[in-house]
C-alpha cells in the first residue's frame, strides 16, 4: 500500500459538500401554509387583477412594453408557479393524510377501548342484577316475618288453649 501525499488509496477521499439541513416539519408547515394560500378566493383575485394589469401595461402602454403580445415571460411565470405550487400542494396532501392515518388509528383505538369498557359494564351489571336477584327485598322479608308472626300467634294461642284445658281437666279431677 503505497501513501501519495498522506493518504491511502484504499480508502476513499471525503468531500467537503455544503449539505442543508432542513427540518421536515418546518418545511411542511410552510408548504401547508402556501398551499392553504393558493386555495383562497383571495389569492384566485389578486393573481386576475395581475394579469390583467400585465396584460393592459403590455398592450397599452407602447413605450414599457417588457412582454409583448404572445405574453411569454407571463406564460413562463405561471409555468414556473405550477412547478412550485404542485409539489407543494401534494406535500401538504401528504402531510394531511398522514394527519388522517394517525386520527383514524386513533379512532380506532379509542373505539376498541369504549367496546371493550362497554362489555365490561355490561358484565358487570348482569352480575349486579343476578346478585341482587338472589338477595333478600324488603317486602319479600316482611311478608315471610308476618307469615312467621302469625304461625307462632297460632302456636302460642293452641297452646294456651291446651293449657286451659289441662287446667281444666285439672280442676275437675280434683
Known amino acids: 500500500m503505497s501513501e501519495q501525499g498522506g493518504r491511502k488509496l484504499d480508502t476513499p477521499s471525503t468531500r467537503r459538500t455544503i449539505s442543508f439541513n432542513l427540518d421536515s416539519d418546518v418545511v411542511g408547515m410552510y408548504s401547508e401554509r402556501v398551499a392553504r394560500f393558493l386555495g383562497t378566493g383571495r389569492y384566485l383575485a389578486i393573481q386576475t387583477v395581475v394579469v390583467i394589469v400585465w396584460i393592459a401595461l403590455n398592450l397599452v402602454a407602447v413605450t414599457i412594453r417588457w412582454d409583448p403580445y404572445p405574453f411569454i415571460l407571463l406564460n413562463l411565470a405561471f409555468s414556473t408557479q405550477a412547478a412550485y405550487a404542485a409539489p407543494l400542494i401534494l406535500l401538504a396532501q ?81
Not at 146 to 171: I, Q, V
Open 94 to 174: 401528504n402531510r394531511q393524510e398522514n394527519r388522517d392515518r394517525v386520527a383514524l388509528e386513533e379512532d380506532r383505538m379509542r373505539s376498541a377501548q369504549t367496546k371493550a369498557d362497554t362489555e365490561f359494564l355490561a358484565r358487570e351489571l348482569a352480575a349486579v342484577r343476578l346478585a341482587v336477584g338472589d338477595t333478600v327485598t324488603r317486602d319479600y322479608l316482611r311478608k315471610e316475618l308476618d307469615d312467621l308472626l302469625d304461625e307462632l300467634t297460632e302456636r302460642l294461642a293452641a297452646r294456651d288453649a291446651e293449657s286451659a284445658d289441662e287446667a281444666d281437666a285439672d280442676d275437675r279431677s280434683q
